[in-house]
């Protein structure tokens, strides 16, 4: 399950097909982009059932299949709360709420809304804040589809860069490789078609996601012999979730028998007694409120999809669509990360959860530790600690470790190297869903299951290019570097910054490579940004007292307040300096040093944690100095851009059942339902 894994000519084929088809979805929708606003706004021309699985589907990317797969096994069933918590009601609030905002006031995206709202200098925070999260979230999803090929296709594309000048080169591995030539398919058919191109393959891709992964999920299901037994093994992992490499607190050999299967009940009782280590309130505050509304009514990533449709009516519709398959979507994502915990847990036919592969550019220092250690006689922790920093591994097998140190006077490199990745035990939660697809698909299956894959994470590359190279070109370089010039000129800007997005995204990929979970590292990315933007947003669409000077002290307050956070605080088995706490590094303290109030049970109690914060403090210093300025704006400046200032939108000669005030009740009383069936 480890290794690479047999692709027969059928499933080559199938992922072949799904290559050349998008491909040339870009070069068919190449002839119909005469504009900037054809390139970056679909000409809002877009029907609302085509944005509607669009918006869900630019969600849909590594952070929904790897990081919600991963986060099932290793959280249980208290990550649907990001569907029934953390997103249908600010999707619903979207729809009713800010959709009219949106699109009534034509501004081309987020940041110029603020701009509309409140200035200049807003926006630009807005828009830079925004451009550095497009690019980090893109490159979670590079990195999870480059480590994914290296895992499945058996072709060995390790190379090296001659250095003429300094003498060597860099050894580059078939992760690189894979990196770049990925990269560079989504770069051809995101020029070619622009934002329509990213549609219409996004609404492909939902299709090929689900056709892909529902049979993975039914066979898993079976396997492990159904729901009652599931929750049974689950029960197994909470008795001593050590077993399977999970992090707890020292003072806790387990958890109720509940904990990975019950989505209510152990985060009522305390953070130590749920895997996830919160409680309630930063489950509903942190995530039920300032990430999910901050993530879903103010990420241009989604909005933007939204803003495509071909009337107001159509984008109010567009998130209300979205939220009923994304309802049911944790069946499909986090139901599979809790089959694979239940399968490791019981061993079934020698599974076990996917370890970290060690980085192909990582075997030299590797190889050299152990051969150092072995000729030192280094045993125990600090042979432990020599080997694993070498290979950047955290957590080794000591017993596989001592049997390699004795044996490696008589060992090649290539019998050190292999056992090296032998004693890795460290659970690499980004390959759970690739070892279940491997595990139960057989060939055309597996073809298409891994084209499921491979759509997930386009997708997710697609969309964050497209937002960051709207807001780049008409919210930075329009507004402040190149002013008045042709429509033409800023299309050939958006092209150009197309390919710089794709470069950055892919530098920041080997740095997203540090997080075991794609789930960790996009919430606190979201954290940074999305969490003090809703506050900003929060007041400034429904207090029209709010000032620009407020808004824009707030926001960047709130964005700093996350900054101090994430440097005094840490999790449980984090490195510091990697994960946060790089203030105490620079203080020259080690974790132990560290007061355990600032040391959080998990990556994610500590993301929500650092969200409440960040919005705790944009909102009060928004509050404060808005009462302590005075206005720049007239209620006519304001008049669609305030709630209290805004004729409401009329819905005449629309069926009562369809206008969004009522799905949105529809869509409200079913996650009520299934929080009910699943408490």
């Known amino acids: 399950m480890a290794g690479v894994v047999s692709l027969g000519h059928i499933d080559y084929a199938i992922l072949a097909i799904y290559v050349l088809f998008v491909l040339g979805i870009g070069f068919a929708l190449k002839r119909f982009m005469k504009s900037s606003t054809d390139f970056f706004m679909s000409g809002r021309s877009i029907p609302a059932w ?47 709420f800010m959709m009219p905002f949106y699109y009534g006031s034509k501004a081309r995206s987020v940041p110029e809304y603020l ?26 999803s590079m990195n999870a589809l480059a480590k994914l090929l290296t895992t499945v296709l058996k072709f060995d594309l390790s190379f090296t860069i001659r250095l003429p000048l300094v003498g060597g080169g860099i050894p580059l591995g078939s992760y690189d490789a894979y990196l770049w030539i990925c990269s560079g ?38 396997d492990v012999g159904g729901w009652t037994h599931l929750k049974g093994s689950l029960a197994e992992v909470a008795a001593n979730p050590a077993v399977l490499g999970f992090h707890q607190s020292a003072d806790k050999a387990g958890f109720a028998s509940n904990a990975w299967t019950s989505a209510w009940q152990p985060l009522l009782e305390g953070p130590s007694h749920n895997p996830m280590g919160v409680d309630w309130f930063a489950m509903a505050f942190g995530l039920g409120f300032v990430l999910s509304f901050g993530y879903w009514c103010t990420n241009f990533l989604v909005v933007q999809r939204a803003m495509a449709a071909r009337n107001m009516s159509a984008a109010r519709r567009t998130p209300l669509i979205a939220a009923v398959p994304k309802m049911l979507f944790p069946a499909l994502v986090i139901l599979p990360g809790m089959i694979a915990a239940a399968l490791a847990v019981t061993a079934k ?62 060992l090649d490199d290539e019998a050190i190297k292999t056992g090296l990745q032998d004693a890795v035990t460290e659970n690499d939660y980004d390959n759970v869903i690739t070892s279940l697809v491997t595990k139960y698909c057989p060939p055309g299956l597996l073809g298409l299951a891994l084209t499921g894959l491979l759509a997930s994470f386009m997708s ?17 370089y329009q507004a402040y570097m190149v002013r008045n010039r042709s429509d033409a000129h800023y299309m050939w800007m958006g092209r150009v910054v197309t390919v710089v ?14 997080w075991k979970n794609a789930m960790d590292i996009i919430q606190l990315v979201f954290g940074f940004v999305n969490a003090p933007l809703f506050a900003t947003f929060l007041l400034g669409m429904f207090w029209k007292r709010t000032t620009s000077h407020g808004a824009f002290f707030g926001l960047l307050g709130g964005t700093l307040t996350s900054a101090l956070f994430h440097a005094l ?78 004729p409401k939108a009329r819905e005449e000669g629309q069926a009562w059942y369809l206008r969004p005030a009522v799905l949105g009740i529809v869509l409200l009383a079913g996650c009520v339902v299934l929080n009910y069936i699943f408490w």
């Open 50 to 96: 085509i944005t509607g699985l669009a918006f869900i589907s630019a969600n849909l990317g590594a952070l929904e299949l790897v990081g919600m797969a991963g986060s099932g096994a290793k959280y249980g069933i208290a990550q649907c709360h990001f569907y029934w918590v953390g997103a249908i009601p600010a999707m619903v609030f979207l729809a009713v």
């Open 115 to 140: 701009k509309l709202r409140f200035d200049e200098r807003t926006r630009c925070l807005n828009s830079i804040s925004f451009a550095v999260m497009t690019v980090f979230a893109s490159a979670v």
């Open 185 to 222: 398919i989504v770069l051809v058919y995101v020029l070619k078609g622009g934002l329509t191109s990213a549609i219409y393959t996004e609404v492909l891709q939902f299709f090929m996601i689900v056709l892909g992964f529902a049979p993975v999920v039914y066979l898993g299901l079976k």
């Open 349 to 410: 036919d020698g599974y076990h959860l996917p370890h970290t592969r060690i980085s192909e550019r990582a075997y030299p220092a590797g190889i050299s530790a152990v051969r150092e250690a072995a000729g030192q006689d280094l045993g125990g922790k600090a042979a432990l600690e020599k080997i694993g920093e070498a290979v950047g591994v955290k957590e080794l097998s000591p017993a596989k470790l001592a049997v390699l140190l004795h044996d490696a006077p008589t």
């Open 460 to 476: 997710g590359m697609a969309g964050n290019v497209t937002a960051f190279n709207t807001v780049w070109t008409y919210d930075i």
């Open 501 to 514: 997005g794709i470069g950055l995204s892919i530098l920041c990929a080997y740095l997203v490579s540090n």
């Open 569 to 646: 605080t840490t999790a449980t088995g984090n490195v510091l300096g990697i994960k946060g706490g790089y203030l105490w590094c620079l203080l020259g303290k080690t974790l132990s040093d560290v007061p355990q109030r600032v040391v959080f049970p998990s990556d994610m109690a500590q993301n929500f944690w650092l969200a409440a914060f960040a919005f705790t403090a944009c909102f009060g210093l928004t509050l404060v100095i808005s009462v302590l300025t005075r206005r720049t704006k007239t209620d006519d400046d304001l008049r669609g851009l305030v709630y209290s200032l805004t």
